[in-house]
């Protein structure tokens, strides 16, 4: 046996691979700082970088009504969203983890099969549907298609902390009396409550960033900021985008560092 078997690998033996992997962050990261530092631009095209800044996009948007309708009806089909998306994929990710169920694999993949099927196909399919049953252009069909795109993430963010829980400690609390549903509020949501608030923001996050289902369904009083943004890129170079986009990158770094600090307070 080789005298360099389980010797520690030094930091200069992995110097290339601390290269490679600063230069994927580097690659992952650049496009948004580049959006972020052009949205502050003076000019009244896209320019990088700015020659001189200014605050005159954000200005825009936030004294824009038709900016401003769309924000306020993506926030509130993402809150809905959540609201919605929330208790189903924990109630799921419970039933699957507790493995009882007699199709259990079959319901596990179809729960998660929004994340394999492209996103254009679901577009394409639920505009057609809700072609027949009139939920087009409705607060109702947009939250109901987005619950349906964030459900999976919930339902894999619960089921990981659900993984890692003794699933005794709910069954004494049941042979104590408890019913089935205050011992779960009582004693195994305390426990899981990181992933089921990880799983409501993501929820939220894929709700309010989701542009592709809601070029097909949403439009009019409905039209959300994504669907808004698209339209105003095909019609015309408006570096307002860059200050929107700028904002919804802020909001979800926020939002996940929310979620990391609840989860190490608790």
């Not at 930091?11 to 972020?36: D, E, K, M, T």
């Not at 549903?181 to 309010?208: D, E, H, K, N, Y």
């Amino acid at each position: 046996m080789s005298d360099s078997v389980g010797l520690p690998i030094s930091h200069r033996q992995r110097l290339w691979l601390y290269a490679f992997g600063g230069l994927v962050l580097l690659f992952l990261i650049a496009p948004s700082v580049i959006i972020l530092i052009m949205s502050f631009s003076d000019s009244t095209l896209l320019q990088f970088p700015p020659r001189q800044w200014s605050l005159r996009w954000y200005e825009s948007y936030f004294q824009s009504l038709e900016w401003r309708d769309a924000t306020i009806v993506s926030v509130k089909v993402a809150v809905m969203t959540a609201l919605v998306a929330t208790p189903l994929g924990t109630a799921a990710a419970y039933a699957v983890n507790r493995g009882t169920l007699r199709f259990n694999g079959t319901i596990n993949a179809l729960l998660t099969a929004s994340l394999i099927i492209p996103v254009i196909l679901v577009g394409i399919g639920t505009f057609f549907l809700y072609a027949r049953i009139g939920l087009n252009n409705t607060l109702t069909g947009l939250v109901i298609a987005h619950t349906v795109q964030a459900l999976p993430l919930v339902v894999l963010t619960v089921l990981s902390g659900l993984r890692s829980y003794d699933m005794n400690q709910e069954r004494v609390a049941r042979s104590l009396g408890a019913g089935r549903v205050a011992a779960f509020w009582q004693v195994t949501m305390p426990q899981i409550r990181f992933s089921i608030v990880s799983g409501a923001l993501f929820a939220f996050i894929t709700s309010f960033d989701e542009v592709v289902v809601s070029l097909f369904i949403s439009g009019g009083e409905t039209t959300t900021l994504t669907r808004r943004m698209f339209n105003a890129l095909r019609d015309q170079i408006d570096p307002t985008i860059a200050a929107i986009s700028t904002c919804l990158i802020v909001l979800s770094v926020l939002l996940l560092s929310l979620a990391q600090i609840f989860g190490r307070r608790h």
